[in-house]
């Protein structure tokens, strides 16, 4: 059985930063992906990032590049989103989740950090 971690959230006025971890634990972590996501109230949850375990390869919604970064921890286990530049509009929950196969549905999901930005 996998659990998820999410840390990292708070709030934080328009501009300012926020580093976000999630750590996996469990007796299966041989990941092909790991996301990052995001729900506000009312909305629907909106993919912010991937990243490979493999070998790094990253990918960004469009609302999201050149204002945050996904990264592997030394562990392959641990995975970063560093949020730069927030804005209201990135205010929601964050939540990670996994998939071991390309075309799999993300299978596992933590529990979400809350993200506030305020104006």
């Known amino acids: 059985q996998l659990q998820f971690v999410e840390s990292g959230g708070g709030s934080v006025q328009s501009g300012g930063s926020l580093s976000l971890s999630c750590a996996a634990s469990?007796?299966?972590?041989?990941?092909?992906?790991i996301g990052w996501f995001r729900q506000a109230p009312g909305k629907e949850r909106e993919g912010v990032s991937s990243i490979s375990v493999s070998d790094g390869d990253t990918w960004y919604a469009d609302s999201v590049k050149g204002r945050f970064i996904a990264s592997r921890g030394n562990a392959k286990n641990t995975v970063y989103l560093q949020m730069n530049s927030l804005q209201p509009g990135d205010t929601a929950r964050y939540y990670c989740a996994s998939k071991n196969h390309y075309y799999s549905e993300w299978e596992y999901w933590g529990q979400g950090t809350q993200v506030t930005v305020s104006s």
């Open positions: 469990g007796t299966n972590l041989d990941f092909y992906a």
